[in-house]
């Protein structure tokens, strides 16, 4: 069964430095999420992604992140200079274009981003 | 803006008995999704079951089951048989059926022992 895939599944961080947090969507799907989670509570919706841009943001997406799509199958996120409370388990997800299927999102492992 | 409320912080089962997990919603829309997803302790989110508001028929996907209340905007998750692999947090969702890119709005979890 296709599967979204993220790596790495544990990056490690100083504050004040720049990751990029990778994710391969299933092949044929059209839109595009991250999402996080802070240990300990629920998931929030971070960004989501279609054709090439940003359809909605939360108010936690702020200049600090940003997405892309760079080439037809990868799908990252960069956080520009980590804070602290950037420390999350990340979660990308990926729904496809049909009425049915862009409805149903699924969701990658998670990458867990420590900020030291 | 839709809110998601999970009010059993934990709940407990004896294998091979039967738990029901509560559900709230709040959404002044008629057209949207239920989910439920379970996070086992690897933190991997996976869909468990889905909703359509549209469909009177509660969803079955083998052991998980729900009862819908359209009116009540109850959605509750009826595990059967509870097996030991069933312990996880699970995770009540809502997603609008507005648009392909709409996020996924999620509950705080609700954390499930399975007593051997």
């Known amino acids: 069964e296709p599967e979204v895939t993220q790596t790495p599944s544990h990056q490690v961080t100083q504050m004040g430095q720049e990751v990029i947090l990778r994710c391969v969507p299933i092949s044929n799907h059209l839109y595009f999420y991250w999402y996080r989670q802070i240990l300990g509570q629920k998931v929030e919706f971070l960004v989501s992604f279609y054709n090439n841009e940003i359809s909605e943001k939360s108010e936690i997406f702020d200049d600090q992140f940003s997405v892309e799509r760079p080439d037809g199958s990868n799908f990252t996120l960069k956080i520009r200079s980590t804070k602290l409370e950037d420390s999350a388990m990340y979660f990308c997800?990926?729904?496809?274009?049909?009425?049915?299927?862009?409805?149903?999102?699924?969701f990658g492992a998670g990458t867990r981003l420590s900020v030291l | 803006a839709q809110t998601v409320t999970q009010s059993q912080p934990e709940m407990s089962v004896q294998e091979a008995e039967t738990v029901t997990l509560s559900c709230t919603y709040d959404t002044s829309e008629s057209d949207y999704y239920l989910f439920w997803y379970k996070q086992p302790p690897s933190r991997q989110m996976i869909l468990v079951i889905r909703?359509?508001?549209?469909?009177?028929q509660n969803a079955t996907e083998n052991r998980f089951s729900v009862n819908f209340q359209k009116a009540a905007k109850s959605f509750s998750l009826k595990i059967s048989d509870s097996q030991l692999g069933d312990a996880a947090m699970y995770f009540c969702a809502y997603r609008s059926a507005r648009g392909g890119y709409q996020k996924v709005t999620f509950g705080t979890g609700t954390k499930l022992q399975v007593i051997p």
């Open positions: 909703q359509e508001a549209y469909k009177q």
């Open positions: 997800a990926s729904s496809g274009g049909t009425h049915l299927a862009k409805n149903i999102q699924y």
